[in-house]
């Protein structure tokens, strides 16, 4: 590991210094730091160079607590980071474009003298960078190029193997690779290979937006949030007994939870009113609790045997905030799901439940042929908002209602409803129905419009 600083040239007021990881092989890291020496960013680098993409998960599960975000030198470590970058942590890699790959065939044109008419490429396979759209437009047909795609189990030997063979039976004139250690297997071999990397803009580019996302995240971290619990139907519950002191011992465990709770996101916790309760900390750290706050309200509904509701506003003051935080709290009380419910600055609605992933959407709309619809059918926007919201979720266009009653904690009674207005509104229609038994009535299947 190399530790490298690069200053912003001239003077300007203090800024943080982030510690950016870059990721890649040792050549191909040389490369972008190269592209990266003019950067005007007050920025720290920390090079981790591999031999092989398959080692991009242990470097980031070792480093990831020394760095703000990350730079894969290609697709092959971005994509195999993927399945251990964490929610919050910024990513980035620099990949090659379409001027990228005219500026490889200028180099062989350079290099053979003459005009390349026949070559072998290597592509990722989900083809991110419009490779194919660069070829056409360079007026090279099928039959001129042969590809050879590429996921992150590749093999180094195999694509190697399929370039040599193609410029040894003489099918193709030149081989061009995104891969370094394909690169220098066919040099190895005298194949005349050519290497497709990032532009220098591509890669400061790159860069710049990365730290533009760290530091949006920073601004966004460092807002309040305001949590607000209230324990349903205390005072009743009190009522009921006769034991003395009952509300005051139930109040002792609720806090005494609460104040765990708090010391985990180093906030403070205020009370407002019998069995409502405000906790005042940072947005990042309300976020990133948001698991074992579920676990806490768990706990407090087994201690207490009442219902615990909880809601989370986010905002630049303490009063918007707050403000949030009543939002939320009334959305959790109509909410059938259970779990938390966040209220971003912006109106969009986060529902969190331990059971099942977060469930984001927006409860305002400026589609005024929707609204229209939605007041005729009796359908709030939310409703809807919530509806298109876990569709996209569970990622189909169409669905029963029954299957969206599961997912979304309500009765089938209900949701058929719902759907039937929808659909007499035109804010949807039937596509379809199934019969899951030899008896009852098939279901039909809906699709939002």
Same mark, same amino acid.
């Given at each position: 590991?190399?530790?490298?600083?690069?200053?912003?040239?001239?003077?300007?007021g203090?800024?943080?210094?982030?510690?950016?990881?870059?990721?890649? *092989?040792?050549?191909?890291?040389d490369?972008?730091?190269?592209a990266?020496?003019?950067? %005007?960013?007050?920025?720290?680098? %920390?090079?981790?160079?591999?031999?092989?993409?398959?080692? /991009?998960?242990? =470097?980031? +599960? +070792?480093?990831?607590?020394?760095?703000?975000?990350?730079?894969?030198?290609?697709?092959? *470590?971005?994509?195999?980071?993927?399945?251990?970058?964490?929610?919050?942590?910024?990513?980035?890699?620099?990949?090659?474009?379409?001027?990228?790959?005219?500026?490889?065939?200028?180099?062989?044109?350079?290099?053979?003298g003459? $005009?390349?008419?026949?070559?072998?490429i290597?592509? $990722?396979?989900?083809?991110?960078?419009?490779?194919?759209?660069?070829?056409?437009?360079?007026a090279?047909?099928?039959?001129?190029?042969? @590809?050879?795609?590429?996921?992150?189990?590749?093999?180094? !030997?195999?694509?190697?193997?399929?370039?040599?063979?193609?410029?040894?039976e003489?099918? /193709? !004139?030149?081989?061009? /690779?995104?891969?370094?250690?394909?690169?220098?297997?066919?040099?190895?071999?005298?194949? *005349?290979?050519?290497?497709?990397?990032?532009?220098?803009?591509?890669?400061?580019?790159?860069?710049?937006?990365?730290?533009?996302?760290?530091?949006?995240?920073?601004? #966004?971290?460092s807002?309040?949030?305001?949590?607000?619990? %209230?324990?349903?139907?205390?005072?009743?519950?009190?009522?009921?007994?006769?034991?003395?002191?009952?509300?005051?011992?139930?109040?002792?465990?609720?806090?005494? &939870?609460? &104040?765990e709770?708090?010391?985990?996101?180093?906030?403070?916790?205020?009370?407002d009113?019998?069995?409502?309760?405000?906790?005042?900390?940072?947005?990042?750290?309300?976020?990133?609790?948001?698991?074992?706050?579920?676990?806490?309200?768990?706990?407090?509904?087994l201690?207490?045997?009442?219902?615990?509701?909880?809601?989370i506003g986010?905002?630049?003051?303490?009063?918007?905030?707050?403000?949030?935080?009543? @939002?939320? =709290?009334?959305?959790?009380?109509?909410? #059938?799901?259970?779990?938390?419910?966040?209220?971003?600055?912006?109106?969009?609605? =986060? !529902?969190?439940?331990? %059971?099942? !992933?977060?469930?984001?959407y927006?409860?305002?709309?400026?589609?005024?042929?929707?609204?229209?619809?939605?007041?005729?059918?009796?359908?709030?926007?939310? /409703?809807?908002?919530?509806?298109?919201?876990y569709?996209?979720?569970?990622?189909?266009?169409?669905?029963?209602a029954?299957?969206l009653?599961?997912?979304?904690?309500?009765?089938?009674?209900?949701?058929?409803?719902?759907?039937?207005?929808?659909?007499?509104?035109?804010?949807a229609?039937?596509?379809?129905?199934?019969?899951?038994?030899?008896?009852?009535?098939?279901?039909?299947?809906?699709?939002?419009?």
């Amino acid at each position: 590991m190399m530790t490298i600083r690069i200053r912003k040239k001239g003077r300007g007021g203090a800024q943080q210094m982030y510690t950016i990881g870059i990721v890649g *092989p040792s050549l191909s890291i040389d490369r972008t730091l190269h592209a990266l020496s003019d950067l %005007e960013l007050e920025l720290r680098f %920390e090079t981790f160079p591999y031999e092989h993409a398959r080692e /991009t998960a242990d =470097i980031i +599960r +070792r480093s990831r607590d020394n760095v703000h975000g990350w730079v894969f030198t290609g697709p092959i *470590p971005y994509l195999s980071a993927q399945a251990v970058l964490l929610e919050h942590e910024h990513a980035t890699y620099c990949p090659p474009t379409g001027g990228s790959l005219y500026k490889a065939i200028l180099q062989a044109v350079y290099t053979l003298g003459r $005009p390349v008419e026949r070559l072998s490429i290597d592509m $990722p396979d989900n083809d991110s960078w419009g490779m194919r759209d660069s070829l056409r437009e360079l007026a090279f047909s099928e039959d001129q190029v042969h @590809k050879y795609l590429f996921s992150v189990d590749y093999s180094v !030997e195999d694509m190697v193997e399929h370039h040599a063979r193609l410029w040894q039976e003489g099918t /193709t !004139e030149a081989a061009f /690779t995104c891969l370094y250690a394909v690169y220098e297997g066919l040099v190895k071999l005298k194949v *005349p290979v050519f290497k497709i990397d990032a532009t220098k803009i591509d890669s400061m580019q790159a860069v710049r937006m990365l730290v533009e996302r760290i530091r949006s995240s920073a601004f #966004k971290d460092s807002q309040l949030g305001v949590l607000m619990l %209230e324990m349903d139907r205390l005072h009743e519950e009190v009522q009921k007994t006769t034991e003395r002191y009952r509300l005051q011992h139930l109040e002792l465990k609720i806090k005494s &939870l609460l &104040l765990e709770h708090c010391d985990r996101i180093d906030g403070s916790l205020h009370q407002d009113g019998t069995g409502r309760y405000l906790m005042f900390g940072s947005r990042g750290q309300m976020q990133r609790s948001v698991e074992e706050l579920n676990a806490t309200i768990t706990q407090l509904e087994l201690d207490t045997g009442l219902k615990a509701l909880a809601g989370i506003g986010f905002g630049e003051t303490a009063l918007v905030a707050e403000n949030n935080a009543r @939002k939320a =709290i009334l959305y959790a009380k109509e909410s #059938k799901s259970g779990g938390v419910v966040l209220f971003e600055a912006d109106g969009t609605i =986060i !529902e969190a439940s331990a %059971e099942q !992933e977060p469930l984001a959407y927006h409860y305002l709309s400026h589609d005024t042929k929707l609204l229209k619809k939605l007041n005729r059918a009796g359908v709030s926007i939310r /409703t809807y908002q919530k509806i298109k919201a876990y569709m996209r979720r569970i990622g189909r266009e169409e669905v029963t209602a029954a299957e969206l009653a599961s997912g979304l904690s309500m009765t089938t009674r209900h949701v058929q409803r719902i759907l039937g207005s929808l659909t007499e509104c035109g804010a949807a229609e039937i596509t379809g129905s199934e019969l899951h038994s030899r008896r009852g009535r098939p279901s039909n299947r809906y699709r939002l419009l």
